[in-house]
C-alpha cells in the first residue's frame, strides 16, 4: 500500500491548517457579534424601562411642596419637575437630562511690592454646566519667616484662613504655607475673587522671579461640572423635600441623588419637544414652562454607531394631567 510522500503530507498540513484557521476565525467572529447584539439588546431593554418610568413620572407632574410650579425647566435635553414618585404624600423635585462630569482648573499669580501690601486674582466664567464642586489650592512667598509675618486669605470678603503663621521662612524661593479650601459655595455665580493681605511686618525684601516684592501668593482652582447634552449617559436625578425651620419647604441641589438610567444615547436631535393644548411645538424656553400640555420623549440607543447593528429609536407621548386644564 502506497503511503504518502513528504510534500504530500505538507501540503495536507497547510490545506488543514488553512481550513482550521477560517472556521476558527468564523466561530471567533460569529460569537463577537452575538456578544455585541446581546449588549446592544441589553441596552434597548435599559433604555426601555428608562423611558417608561420617566413617561410615567412626567405624566404625574404637580407643584412642589415649597409651592413652586410643576415644571421648573424645560430643555432639549434636560427636564426639571415635581412629582410625587413613590406615593409618599411628599412631592420631589425630578431632572432628567443628558450630561457627563467634566472638570477643569486654572491658575493665577499675584504679587505686592509694598511692605504689608495686598495682592488679588480673580476667576469668572469658568463653568460651562452645572457646578459640582470647587476647590481652590493657595501657596504664598516672600518675607515670611516671623509669627508676625504671615498672610490673610480672603475669597469673596469672606476669611479663609493665615498661611505662614508658622513653619515658613523668609524669601524661601519656593511656595510655601500651602493649604486647599472647599469654595463650593462661593462659585456658584461662575466667578470668585481672591486677595491675599500681608501682615504690616512682612517687608520687600525677596527677589525670587520678581525683585524687591514682599510677598506673591499662587491660586490653584480647580473644579467639577455637569455639562448638560454632552456624553451618552441619561441620568436621573432625585431631590427629596426638607422642612426648615418654621416648617419651610426647601430642595436643597446638593443633597440631589443621580443615577444612571442608560450609557449609551447617542442623541443629536432633542431628547424632550413640548406641545401646547393645540399641538403647536413649543421653541422658546418660556413658553415651554407656562403652555406645555403634551411632551414627547425621544431616544436613540446604540452601543457602538461605528458598527451595525443600526441605532435603535424610542419614542413616546405623555399628556401631563396636572396641567391639562390650566
Known amino acids: 500500500m502506497k503511503g504518502f510522500t513528504l510534500i504530500e503530507t505538507i501540503v495536507t498540513i497547510v490545506i488543514f491548517t488553512i481550513i482550521f484557521g477560517v472556521v476558527s476565525a468564523f466561530i471567533i467572529m460569529a460569537y463577537r457579534t452575538q456578544g455585541y447584539t446581546w449588549q446592544q439588546s441589553m441596552a434597548i431593554n435599559e433604555a426601555r424601562r428608562g ?87 493657595i501657596s504664598v ?18 476669611k479663609l484662613e493665615n498661611l505662614c503663621q508658622t513653619g515658613c521662612t523668609d524669601c524661601a524661593v519656593t511656595w510655601q504655607g500651602t493649604q486647599t479650601f472647599d469654595v463650593t459655595d462661593l462659585t456658584k455665580d461662575n466667578s470668585i475673587q481672591f486677595l491675599a493681605d500681608a501682615t504690616i511686618h512682612v517687608d520687600s525684601q525677596c527677589s525670587w522671579e520678581e525683585p524687591n516684592h514682599a510677598m506673591k501668593a499662587i491660586f490653584e482652582l480647580s473644579w467639577n461640572e455637569e ?17 426648615g425651620s418654621g416648617g419651610k419647604i426647601t430642595y436643597p441641589l446638593d443633597q440631589e441623588e443621580v443615577t444612571i438610567l442608560t450609557s449609551y444615547v447617542r442623541n443629536v436631535p432633542p431628547i424632550f419637544r413640548y406641545f401646547d393644548q393645540d399641538g403647536q411645538e413649543l421653541i422658546e424656553t418660556p413658553a415651554r414652562l407656562k403652555d406645555t400640555k403634551v411632551m414627547e420623549v425621544y431616544l436613540i440607543v446604540n452601543i457602538d454607531p461605528n458598527r451595525p447593528p443600526q441605532d435603535f429609536e424610542l419614542r413616546s407621548a405623555v399628556q401631563l394631567r396636572n396641567l391639562k386644564d390650566e
Open 51 to 137: 423611558i417608561e418610568t420617566m413617561v410615567k413620572e412626567i405624566r404625574e407632574a404637580r407643584p412642589g411642596d415649597d409651592g413652586s410650579y410643576p415644571i421648573v425647566y424645560a430643555g432639549d435635553k434636560e427636564f426639571i419637575f415635581f412629582a410625587d414618585i413613590d406615593k409618599d404624600g411628599a412631592t420631589e423635585r425630578l431632572r432628567y437630562f443628558l450630561g457627563t462630569v467634566d472638570s477643569g482648573s486654572q491658575a493665577q499669580k499675584c504679587v505686592t511690592f509694598t511692605k504689608g501690601g495686598t495682592c488679588s486674582v480673580s476667576f469668572s466664567n469658568f463653568l460651562k454646566g452645572n457646578l459640582k464642586s470647587t476647590q481652590v489650592k
Open 141 to 158: 512667598e516672600g518675607d515670611l519667616g516671623a509669627s508676625n509675618e504671615y498672610v490673610e486669605i480672603f475669597a469673596d470678603g469672606v
Open 227 to 243: 455639562v448638560i447634552g454632552a456624553g451618552n449617559e441619561l441620568k436621573k436625578g432625585v431631590i427629596n423635600p426638607v422642612a
